[in-house]
């Protein structure tokens, strides 16, 4: 039996560093390293968040919850987790299309490509960047406990607890709004993962806090929040109008405003962004057409212009019903009663929820007549 190797600590601290400097080449924001292990807390606290019901329709956040609480579960080769950062700061105001109410106000993440395709890419990128550079370590350190590199990847399609792990590898923390919230990006950042059987140290803790800091839970328009650190998904715009598949509430209805898909107001709220960098990836940067909708052009939407104009977006993935139902409600906000004539049609839609919302939108126009 070979003695013990005591190089391999600097030799994987030489590795991680190397990955570090691959990732912010690719162009990532932000990268860290940790077990890939999580504590009880973060079971706890996702048992917690589903026996309240603050999951709403969303059955799958229900399902694979030891996966979801403990990388290990999922994958029980892993030891270590890569976690990366990419921000999608915007440029300027994100909310101010909210202060036009003849627009429709799109989350700042959705004005262009899917992002689950631009982080993937960049992933698998540097996933094979570890492989290569972890097995080249192995074999010249001559370290024989260490089984042979192997990574997977993952956006947030699986059941991956990816906040409090980019927490744990010193990404930022997680703030009242329960997303991260990192010192040098604020509050815009998208999460990407990679698992690996790599044996990585451990990065120091981020720092900064939330303090008694609650702009972003005052922030909120239907109050989401019922406590700091806990969002009732239920009440949330985001939620409502994208993961939910029927009526909106009617009480909640007039809070939405005009977004029409997603929405920023706790995240745009956060004091930390004043840290943050415009993104500089030129596939999440706004469209024009995105940044600012016509709520009278994007009503007439059928299900072809409806692709057609959303292909490569997430929005695309709501579907056109959903969508126009969203684009009714806001339009029922906006007050501006001479857009009455374009949702006539949509009262008799083949769809009822699409035609209950134009119903409920004329209806709501006709209270701000004089």
């Given at each position: 039996m070979p003695a013990p190797d005591h190089t391999a600590p600097a030799a994987l601290t030489r590795l991680a560093e190397r990955i570090r400097h691959k990732a912010l080449t690719l162009g990532f924001n932000a990268v860290g390293?940790?077990?890939?292990?999580?504590?009880?807390?973060?079971?706890?606290?996702?048992?917690?968040?589903?026996?309240?019901?603050?999951?709403?329709?969303?059955g799958w956040l229900a399902t694979r919850t030891d996966e979801r609480a403990d990388p290990q579960s999922l994958w029980p080769e892993?030891?270590?987790?890569?976690?990366?950062?990419?921000?999608?700061a915007p440029e300027g105001d994100p909310l101010a299309t909210l202060a036009r109410p003849e627009c429709g106000n799109i989350s700042v993440y959705a004005r262009h490509r899917d992002y689950h395709d631009v982080v993937k890419g960049m992933l698998k990128h540097l996933a094979q960047f570890v492989v290569n550079e972890g097995k080249a370590?192995?074999?010249?350190?001559?370290?024989?406990?260490?089984?042979?590199?192997?990574?997977?990847?993952?956006?947030?399609?699986?059941?991956?607890?990816e906040k409090p792990l980019a927490e744990q590898a010193?990404?930022?923390?997680?703030?009242?709004?329960?997303?991260?919230?990192?010192?040098?990006?604020g509050s815009w950042l998208f999460l990407g993962e990679i698992y690996t059987t790599l044996a990585l140290p451990t990065s120091?803790?981020?720092?900064?806090?939330?303090?008694?800091?609650?702009?972003?839970?005052?922030?909120?328009?239907?109050?989401?929040?019922p406590e700091p650190y806990k969002m009732d998904a239920r009440r949330c715009i985001s939620y409502l109008t994208i993961e939910h598949a029927g009526p909106i509430p009617h009480d909640l209805r007039p809070a939405i405003g005009t977004h029409i898909y997603g929405c920023d107001d706790c995240l745009a709220a956060c004091p930390w962004n004043r840290f943050a960098r415009t993104s500089r990836h030129i596939k999440l940067q706004a469209r024009p057409d995105l940044t600012a909708p016509a709520l009278k052009d994007l009503v007439q939407l059928d299900d072809a212009a409806f692709r057609k104009l959303f292909a490569g977006s997430p929005v695309k993935r709501i579907g056109r019903n959903r969508f126009i139902r969203n684009v009714l409600i806001?339009?029922?906000?906006?007050?501006?009663?001479?857009?009455?004539?374009?949702?006539?049609?949509?009262?008799?839609?083949?769809?009822?929820?699409?035609?209950?919302?134009?119903?409920?939108?004329?209806?709501?126009?006709?209270?701000?007549?004089p």
């Open positions: 390293f940790c077990p890939a292990h999580l504590g009880p807390e973060v079971r706890h606290r996702l048992k917690d968040f589903l026996a309240q019901g603050y999951h709403g329709e969303m892993a030891r270590s987790v890569i976690a990366l950062g990419l921000s999608y370590t192995l074999s010249r350190q001559n370290l024989h406990d260490q089984i042979p590199p192997e990574v997977k990847v993952f956006v947030d399609t699986a059941p991956v607890a010193g990404l930022g923390w997680q703030g009242k709004h329960t997303n991260l919230v990192s010192r040098t990006e120091p803790p981020s720092g900064g806090q939330c303090g008694s800091c609650t702009r972003c839970l005052e922030a909120c328009p239907t109050q989401a929040f806001a339009i029922g906000n906006s007050g501006q009663t001479d857009l009455r004539s374009v949702i006539q049609p949509l009262r008799h839609d083949s769809d009822p929820i699409v035609a209950e919302a134009a119903d409920w939108a004329e209806a709501r126009l006709k209270e701000t007549l």
